[in-house]
């Protein structure tokens, strides 16, 4: 079993819409938690980084983190053309463990139809 | 500006020859790290670094090789003892992996690494 699980989509909704992207893990230490996008041969691009369980709004994007059912959310609000794209989510353990290692979801490609 | 930049964009090699991947950062982060990503799979650790003159093996480190001789710069060697080095190559660093709190890994644009 992977420790992050991420569907690779693609996933396809038109212009406006409201996105839910999702990672599923399976080790309780992560408490650390990042989405990155990442566009066609680009590298990722950090979106949101939260810390424990909870929300967290930045403008049209919420991450969510639900440490008791290990499962993680990114949801994006009036969805544009510009925010397709792949969406990377990524965790980490705290100190007392190796933090130096992130996990990382395999991706969730993204389109956005005008 | 500051940023991480990673040299070349692209990079073709020969079977058999060793392969340098550039990555500089002006962010003064003391960790970097260095990433393979192949189509369908998440990130991969290849090796990362804590501090200058100290590195340690991630995830695949076999056939790799780094050098951390200055705090802003962290080499990649693909070694032709790699048997399948084709792959995009990251590079992301980090302010301070000893606060508490700072968590946060910014990546470079990229190189991507194909063997002829």
């Known amino acids: 079993q992977k420790e992050v699980e991420q569907d690779p989509g693609p996933l396809s909704v038109p212009e406006g819409a409201i996105v839910s992207l999702n990672c599923t893990y399976s080790?309780?230490?992560?408490?650390?938690f990042m989405w990155y996008r990442q566009y066609s041969r680009k590298g990722p691009e950090l979106l949101m980084y939260t810390y424990s369980s909870g929300n967290k709004e930045d403008g049209r994007f919420t991450a969510q983190v639900d440490k008791s059912s290990k499962y993680i959310s990114l949801f994006i609000r009036d969805s544009q053309p510009s925010d397709s794209a792949t969406y990377l989510c990524?965790?980490?353990?705290?100190?007392?463990?190796?933090?130096?290692?992130?996990?990382f979801g395999s991706g969730t490609k993204l389109n956005v139809k005008p | 500006d500051g940023g991480i930049t990673q040299s070349p964009k692209y990079l073709f090699r020969k079977e058999g020859q060793n392969v340098t991947l550039s990555c500089e950062q002006n962010l003064n982060h003391d960790a970097m790290y260095w990433y393979r990503q192949d189509p369908g799979q998440g990130l991969r650790l290849i090796y990362y670094s804590q501090i200058v003159n100290d590195f340690q093996k991630g995830d695949i480190a076999e056939g790799y090789s780094v050098s951390r001789e200055k705090k802003e710069s962290f080499p990649l060697t693909v070694t032709s003892a790699q048997k399948n080095p084709t792959a995009f190559y990251l590079c992301a660093s980090r302010l301070n992996p000893g606060l508490a709190g700072d968590n946060e890994q910014f990546f470079g644009p990229g190189t991507r690494l194909t063997v002829l």
């Open positions: 990524a965790m980490s353990a705290g100190r007392e463990y190796n933090f130096n290692k992130f996990y």
């Open positions: 080790n309780s230490a992560f408490q650390y």
